[in-house]
């Protein structure tokens, strides 16, 4: 194989463990915003979403640099902090696929030449590490984002087709 060819793909893998991380952030933003709805029962549906899209960027190391997002984060930094540091406890049972995510994000942005330990350090400092958790293998990570992503509705999964309708389709 190829010097390119290599590049290539592991351009390509990079591209779908990227895809997968994103199903992640869709289903803490969900989460997020479903509890922060429990919780601040006051606040309308549009400061929610800015919340819970702001509180999920945090968490994967993302911030969007569009000064109205940067001033709503500013003047909701308690707030924003407060959930952060929450997170670990109002969410255990994604603590597993967020490590999981996390590792996957800082493996790829350094194949990317970025520095990823930050993101890292944040993520422990929060709770949302599981510390024994390995980094997932490529194929593992997309079957367990295969399965979560169906549960929240955000994919659907594969179906098993079988021999009569393939050949229809053929």
């Given at each position: 194989m190829t010097q390119e060819n290599t590049s290539t793909q592991q351009s390509r893998l990079i591209g779908v463990l990227r895809e997968g991380i994103t199903i992640v952030q869709m289903i803490l933003f969900k989460e997020v915003r479903d509890r922060l709805g429990n919780n601040h029962p006051d606040l309308?549906?549009?400061?929610?979403s800015k919340l819970a899209g702001t509180i999920t960027n945090e968490v994967f190391?993302?911030?969007?640099?569009?000064?109205?997002?940067?001033?709503?984060?500013?003047?909701?930094s308690?707030?924003?902090?407060?959930e952060l540091?929450?997170?670990?406890?109002q969410l255990p049972k994604l603590r597993?696929?967020?490590?999981?995510?996390?590792?996957?994000?800082?493996?790829?942005?350094?194949?990317?030449?970025?520095?990823?330990?930050?993101?890292l350090?944040?993520?422990?400092?929060?709770?949302?590490?599981i510390?024994?958790?390995?980094?997932?293998?490529?194929?593992?990570?997309?079957?367990?984002?295969?399965?979560?992503?169906?549960?929240?509705?955000?994919?659907?999964?594969?179906?098993?087709i079988d021999t009569e309708t393939d050949q229809l389709l053929h």
């Open positions: 309308d549906t549009a400061i929610l190391g993302t911030s969007n640099p569009d000064e109205k997002f940067r001033l709503f984060r500013r003047e909701n308690g707030l924003i902090e407060q540091l929450g997170l670990h406890e597993g696929i967020l490590s999981d995510a996390l590792r996957v994000q800082a493996l790829c942005d350094t194949q990317e030449g970025n520095d990823a330990s930050r993101l350090t944040r993520a422990d400092e929060l709770g949302l590490l510390p024994e958790r390995d980094i997932p293998l490529p194929s593992i990570f997309m079957t367990r984002i295969r399965t979560i992503g169906a549960e929240y509705n955000l994919i659907v999964p594969p179906i098993q």
